[in-house]
């Protein structure tokens, strides 16, 4: 079974720059999930969709983040512009969740870095 | 709201000793708690979980954890350390009716292997 998907591996930009990363979930998985992990920190939940919906963006800084999940697969996480603390990994992850989602299981991709000069 | 708290960031034990990792949590909902590992450069893959059935729970490669409500704790333990341990592990609690942030990860014990 193919895993979660990410791409690029590896991204580097000026600040005020725009950049965009795409996740492909596993086959079938209906929920979806963007986090944040700065060095030395534990992943920050930025977004989870179901389907194509949104559950949970609390976390999301929505004045330069957004996401879409287009039919309800493939997603996109973009920021504009970035900022010197954007410099993180984005893991994105999914889930067989199709209702509320209690007890589910995440598999994670390898994840994006950012570097943001 | 909920938070998890990981009571220390960097554990240290001799090889064939036991491993315990710290957990604590508060949620104003029945939770559902989780540890996940993250070896060097490879993804978060999940040791184990607790979801409202037996407290204590077994994970992959002789991990396990015991939900203990009356302390609010999920500590994570292991029998006898082996290298392939060393790793980041992370505690955390997951309410999806919270109406903040519904997965909460603590920030990250770094389990170290002496030789």
């Known amino acids: 079974e193919a895993g979660v998907a990410q791409s690029p591996r590896y991204k580097i930009i000026e600040k005020r720059q725009s950049v965009a990363f795409w996740c492909n979930p596993i086959?079938?998985?209906?929920?979806l999930y963007w986090y944040q992990q700065i060095l030395g920190q534990g992943p920050k939940l930025l977004i989870q969709?179901?389907?194509?919906?949104?559950?949970?963006d609390s976390q999301l800084p929505k004045d330069r983040f957004s996401a879409e999940r287009l039919k309800g697969v493939d997603s996109t996480l973009k920021i504009q512009p970035a900022k010197l603390e954007d410099s993180a990994v984005y893991l994105c992850?999914?889930?067989?969740?199709?209702?509320?989602?209690?007890?589910?299981?995440?598999?994670f991709g390898p994840g994006t870095r950012l570097t943001v000069l | 709201a909920q938070s998890v708290t990981q009571l220390d960031s960097h554990v240290s034990v001799s090889e064939g000793t036991p491993v315990l990792l710290r957990c604590n949590y508060s949620?104003?909902?029945?939770?559902?708690l989780f540890w996940y590992v993250q070896h060097p450069n490879k993804g978060l893959q999940l040791l184990l979980k607790?979801?409202?059935?037996?407290?204590l729970v077994k994970g992959i490669n002789g991990f396990e954890a015991e939900f203990k409500k009356s302390e609010t704790s999920f500590h994570l333990t292991k029998p006898s350390a082996h290298m392939s341990d060393a790793a980041e592990y992370f505690c955390?609690?997951?309410?999806?009716?919270?109406?903040?942030?519904?997965?909460?990860f603590g920030s990250g014990t770094r389990l170290s292997i002496r030789p």
């Open positions: 955390v609690v997951s309410a999806p009716y919270s109406s903040a942030s519904k997965i909460i």
């Open positions: 086959s079938g998985h209906a929920t």
């Open positions: 949620s104003s909902y029945s939770p559902s």
């Open positions: 969709f179901q389907n194509n919906g949104v559950v949970d």
């Open positions: 607790y979801t409202s059935a037996a407290t």
């Open positions: 992850a999914s889930s067989l969740a199709r209702a509320s989602g209690v007890g589910d299981t995440q598999y």
